[in-house]
């Protein structure tokens, strides 16, 4: 039998839940909405939306409060991931990000570093970033080759990481590498938080990308970076484990900003479909295009309803935590990619330029289904959960 937990919770937001989503969206509809289309054209990092997000205590939303922090419980942190993401995908990745790079230490740091770290992450002066991919190793994580080798009181740190998000601007990074290489396959590997810059830390490129441009994707090379030991982050070969626990609680918010995005490309198809006249009457008076808004609306909403219901049964830690994560972003990354994609199709050629923001959705929406784990991971951790493995 496979462990199949009940959901905990009945699906009414609490009144602080709504109150928060609602103050985002505020926020994010006046003073995030109007920069999305140009923080997407330039490609450069909103450093006035990250400021106005530490402002505004969101980037505090998933820290302790003994440490600065506002202690919001997961859902929460998707809720406004989730509001953030239906004005700007890129905005949204500020909040995501410090979250992911963030979780090692929430999970399996020591108390004296959280207390070291979290009050400048809770505050947004540091950003946080997570390194776990590499060249050669994306989908398989446990076989990335960064080496940390023990030297004294220190770590050594050699290798290189690519597709960081956010790895040029952060300044804390929770870096996996391989501590024993002779250990069984999942306990090669530990964690450790890096501050950077450090000596032999580089920043080796950026780059150019079809959607979220705002948000700086590094390749990032380590050589010979000198790591206090008291910086790892658990025991020695508990990183895989520390990324699978990670990714357990970060790939909801993946699927909080694809809702996101679905629900915002939805409200503009809505709009245009009300405005846009041809032959004599509004677009949307044609069944074809009301029947694609319709199936869009009860897509995101399924999407969202999933997502929501997954989260108390993550957070509680319940066995089967990681096939509702892995459900969630699966749910969600396919239904912004289908959602995004009919919005273009109800603009007709409209949604193709960039005058209207369906077709910048639409490229965002994309990378929903391939990182924190390609949609092809998350069936197969599905699949997993439900079959067990083949060797077992
Ligand atoms: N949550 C908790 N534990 C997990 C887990 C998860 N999601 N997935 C695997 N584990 C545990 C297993 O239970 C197993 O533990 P035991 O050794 O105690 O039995 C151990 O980890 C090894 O599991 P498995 O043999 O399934 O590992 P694989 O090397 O086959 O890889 C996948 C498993 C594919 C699920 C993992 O490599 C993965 O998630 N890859 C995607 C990585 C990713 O998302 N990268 C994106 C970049 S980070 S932004």
């Known amino acids: 039998m496979i462990p199949v937990s009940t959901p905990h919770a009945d699906h009414r937001l609490t009144e602080e839940q709504v109150l928060l989503r609602d103050a985002v969206r505020e926020l994010a509809d006046a003073r995030i909405a109007p920069r999305a289309a140009e923080i997407d054209r330039t490609a450069e990092f ?12 969101v980037l505090a939303l998933p820290f302790p409060a003994e440490h600065g922090g506002v202690g919001g419980d997961l859902l929460t942190v998707c809720l406004a991931i989730e509001q953030i993401a239906r004005a700007c995908a890129t905005s949204s990745l500020i909040l995501m ?21 979290f009050p400048d992450l809770a505050t947004g002066r540091t950003l946080a970033a997570f390194a776990l991919t590499e060249p050669e190793a994306g989908s398989d994580a446990a076989s990335i080759r960064t080496r940390a080798v023990r030297d004294g009181d220190d770590y050594l740190i050699s290798g290189t990481k690519r597709f960081i998000t956010h790895g040029s601007v952060a300044g804390l990074i929770s870096v996996f590498a391989v501590t024993d290489p002779d250990a069984p396959r999942h306990a090669r590997l530990s964690c450790f938080a890096v501050e950077v ?23 990032l ?12 982050v658990g025991a020695e070969g508990d990183g895989f484990a520390i990324a699978m626990a990670t990714l357990d609680r970060s790939r909801p918010g993946v699927a909080a900003q694809a809702v ?17 006249r041809q032959f004599g009457q509004r677009i949307g008076d044609f069944q074809m295009v009301g029947a694609m808004l319709a199936d869009m609306d009860a897509q995101t909403e399924a999407a969202r309803q999933l997502l ?67 949609q092809q991971i998350q069936r197969l951790v599905i699949a997993r959960a439900l079959l067990g493995r083949g060797r077992d």
């Not at 032999?200 to 390749?219: C, D, N, Q, V, Y």
């Not at 090379?221 to 790892?232: G, K, L, Q, S």
């Open 308 to 374: 929501y219901t997954a989260c108390p049964v993550i957070e509680a830690g319940e066995p089967d935590a990681a096939r509702w994560s892995a459900m969630c972003k699966l749910v969600a990354g396919d239904t912004a990619m289908r959602v995004t994609t009919d919005a273009v199709q109800i603009f007709g050629g409209y949604g193709y330029i960039g005058e209207f923001p369906v077709e910048r959705m639409m490229r965002d929406a994309k990378i929903t289904q391939l990182y924190e784990g390609t």
């Open 46 to 57: 909103p450093e006035d939306i990250r400021r106005l997000l530490a402002e505004h205590d």
């Open 97 to 117: 990000v410090q979250e992911l790079g963030a979780l090692p230490l929430l999970i399996a740091g020591s108390p004296e570093q959280q207390a070291r770290w």
């Open 221 to 232: 090379t380590f050589e010979n970076v000198r790591v206090p030991a008291a910086h790892r």
């Open 260 to 276: 996101g995005i679905a629900q915002g490309a939805l409200e503009a198809a809505t709009a245009h479909a009300r405005e846009r």
């Open 197 to 219: 810059p450090a000596a032999g830390f580089r920043i080796a490129r950026l780059e150019h990308k079809m959607g979220i441009r705002g948000s700086p994707t590094a390749e």
